[in-house]
């Protein structure tokens, strides 16, 4: 809450005669004329802008702004493409020089939270569902991802497998496990986008699932999860007793 009585009791003890129009532009002349450094400030934004940003809503003008002071130096687009397919975000850069240091920390800081690190330890869906959120969330096509485990739940690899429809004839399980087996992994997690939006699984989704936990279960690495990931939300299969 605005704490605004200490404002309304200074004008009252000190009330500032309205200056016209033709008064403040004679002020503004004779200012002109005056070798001082403070003179007429010029808007930073135009009357119209001024009224369209106050009708909108304080979040939605907090991202406009924070987009309009990136967009000369940055991609947006590029820069999602670029996160939902693991690659540098620097290369969503668009070549304006000098680069504000406040831009190259903020990539620097995306490109170090979005990359796994090898001692983070998986404890709960969330934690997957938040590494792929923003490399699967914003995809066109249907994309499937492992994540291995080892035996403390760090992440060993989290890496692209298919591009494109899942189904049973296209997930082989013996190119899902080779990796995982490789890497002596403990466990692993697999995810795959919805670029409908929804999060429900589908009949495939959830036979190609009950066929990766049998062959965990032969080969000895546990399917932990299987994440459906859309734009804004993802569903745990097995939470929901999906293939389990």
């Given amino acids: 809450m605005l704490h605004t009585w200490g404002f309304f009791s200074a004008m009252k003890e000190r009330k500032q005669p309205i200056m016209s129009d033709r008064r403040r532009r004679a002020s503004c002349e004779r200012a002109a004329r005056t070798p001082t450094e403070t003179l007429c400030p010029v808007p930073l934004f135009p009357e119209q802008e001024l009224q369209r940003l106050a009708a909108t809503p ?19 687009t590029d820069l999602r493409r670029l996160a939902a397919q693991g690659e540098d975000l620097h290369a969503a850069l668009t070549g304006l020089q000098p ?13 170090l939270l979005l990359a796994p690190s090898h001692m ?12 792929l959120m923003l490399r699967l969330g ?16 760090h992440v060993q690899r989290l890496v692209p497998l298919y591009k494109g429809s899942l189904n049973s004839s296209v997930v082989r399980v013996a ?7 490789a890497l002596n ?21 959830i036979k190609v ?3 990766l936990v049998k062959a965990g279960r032969l080969l000895q690495i546990e399917v932990l999860d299987h ?14 007793r999906l293939g389990w």
């Fill in 99 to 111: 680069l504000p240091e406040a831009v190259q920390s903020l990539l620097s800081l995306l490109s």
């Fill in 58 to 76: 304080p979040t939605t003008k907090r991202e406009q702004l924070v987009r309009e002071a990136l967009a000369p130096y940055l991609s947006l």
């Fill in 138 to 153: 914003h995809l066109d096509h249907e994309e499937f991802w492992l994540v291995c485990l080892d035996t403390k739940n």
């Fill in 175 to 181: 190119e899902v496990f080779r990796l995982p087996m």
């Fill in 209 to 211: 699932t009950k066929s």
């Fill in 185 to 205: 992994s403990a466990s692993i997690i697999v995810a795959h986008s919805h670029p409908s939006g929804s999060t429900q699984a589908s009949p495939e989704d």
């Fill in 227 to 240: 994440l459906i990931i859309a734009r804004g939300s993802w569903l745990s299969m097995r939470e929901h």
């Fill in 120 to 131: 983070e330890s998986i404890r709960q869906p969330a934690d997957v569902a938040a590494l």
